[in-house]
DNA sequence: ATCCAGGCTCCTG
DNA sequence: CAGGAGCATGGA
C-alpha cells in the first residue's frame, strides 16, 4: 500500500541544514539523499515502509510511503513518530539558544547552524553497533564497516534500481561468529562486543522503552555495565537515541578537536578544561556537542 | 613511516 | 579512584 501526508515541523527548524549533517557521508547505507529528498527504508513490525521524505513550505515535511500492508492510520501514526524522533522535531530550541549566547564557543554555532535539529539514531541496537563500530577508528573507516555490515546482514529491498537497506536485527547479529565479523574487519574486541549486545538485546535484557524509564544517570550506568560500552558510547547512545539532553560524550575526540579549532588552541583541551567550559551549558550539552560535531564538517 | 582516529578493558599502585 | 598498557587497523 501506499499512503502520503504531512508532518508539522517546529518553529525553528532549518531543513537544509539537517540535510547537510545526514549527508556528511557518501558511505551512508541506510538512507539517500537525492534533490533534498530523503529516502529510507523503516522496519515497522513485518512491513519494511519506503519511506520519502521533502520539505513541503515552512510548517511541514511532506511524507510519503509505499510498500507496506500494515493499517494505513497505523503507518501513518508510527512513520511521524520516527522521523520526529529522527530529527528531534519535539525539542524547542529557545533555550539552547538562551544558553547559547552566553557562550563564546557556542555562539557563532548557534547563529551560523539556527535550525540544525540534533540528528538521532532511533534504533537502540543501531546506536550501541554505531558507537561500538566508531570506537578509536577514523569515521570513513567506521562507515565502511558499518557498510559491510548493513549490506551482509541487513534487510535489504530493490527499488528503481536501489538497494535500500535496514540494519540488521539483533538476532540475526547475534548468530554471527567472530571470525564473520573480522572478514569484514571487525577487530576481535569490537565483534566480540557488538554479538554480545546483539545477544543481550535478543534475548529482551535490554530494550528502548526500559532504558527510557531511567534516568539519565541510571541509564547511563546501566549501559556501562555492558562489554564494550564506557563512558562515551553511553553518553553517545543517550545523546542521540534516548535523547537526555544533558548526554555529553566528553572524551570525544571530534569534540576536542571541534572545540581546539572553535578556541584557536594550539592543542586539544585537557578533560578538565572541557568540563569546566561546558558546565554553563547545563541540560543542553548533547546539543552543544552537535553542534560543535557539525562545525568539523566543511563547505 | 608515523601518528591519529567520534575508546574500551584490564591491570597496577 | 587515577593512570597506563595493550588492543586493532585503515587513513592521511
Known sequence: MTTAFQLKTPP?????????????SPLECLFRIEDKTIKTLYPFGEDKIFVKICQQNDTGLSIHCSGFNSDESTVIEAVSQYIRQWLDLDTSLVDFYNVAKNSPVLAPLAKQFHGLRLIGIPSLFESLSWSVIGQQINLKFAYTIKKRLVENYGYSVNIDNINYYCFPEPEV??????????????????AEYIIGIAQIMSKGQLTK??????SFDEARKELVKIKGVGNWSANYVLMKCVRH???FPIEDVGLHNALKFQLGLDKKPSIDTIKQLAEPWGNWKAYATFYLWHSLLNG
Do not use: W
Not at 527548524?13 to 547537510?20: G, H
Not at 547475534?174 to 576481535?188: E, M, P, Y
Not at 522503552?209 to 531511567?214: I, R
Open 245 to 247: 539532553p544533558q548526554a
Open 173 to 190: 547479529v547475534a548468530g554471527l561468529t567472530i571470525d564473520i565479523l573480522k572478514a569484514i574487519q571487525f577487530s576481535r574486541q569490537k
Open 209 to 214: 522503552s526500559h532504558l527510557a524509564q531511567f
Open 12 to 24: 525553528i527548524f532549518d531543513y537544509e541544514a539537517c540535510l547537510k549533517f545526514l549527508g556528511r
